[in-house]
């Protein structure tokens, strides 16, 4: 069972960082993809993202990009969110996930994932 477990989370004030880690027990048999997910207070789930477990290919969304960093660990099953220069705004409970690799399907698309962790908090003090 494809099982996400995030941790990292926690209070940091404005401009600091923070390392996400998400480990899944096994995978069953294809190329996987795993994302980063987050949702603020008040707002419908979204984006942040997303990282193709064999090659390595990721993508994020433009309020990240240049500020967050994800990776994986094939040794070990683990992805990380690298977050730095934090912000208020990126005040969220945040998702790590995993699904199948699907053709021509960007690994940001949120709908299509099969697994969810439970979520991790991540505050940002101003």
């Known amino acids: 069972q494809v099982q996400p477990v995030e941790s990292g989370g926690g209070l940091v004030q404005a401009g600091g960082s923070l390392r996400l880690s998400c480990t899944v027990s096994?995978?069953?048999?294809?190329?996987?993809?795993m994302g980063w997910f987050r949702q603020a207070p008040g707002k419908e789930r979204e984006p942040v993202s997303c990282?193709?477990?064999?090659?390595?290919?990721?993508a994020y969304v433009a309020p990240v990009k240049g500020r967050f960093t994800i990776s994986r660990d094939k040794a070990t099953n683990t992805m990380y969110l690298q977050m730095t220069s934090l912000q208020p705004e990126d005040t969220a409970i945040y998702y790590c996930a995993a699904r199948r690799m699907i053709p021509s399907t960007s690994c940001l698309s949120m709908t299509q994932y099969t697994h969810w962790g439970q979520g991790t908090q991540v505050t940002v003090s101003s």
């Open positions: 096994r995978f069953v048999n294809g190329d996987y993809v």
């Open positions: 990282i193709t477990w064999d090659r390595a290919s990721t």
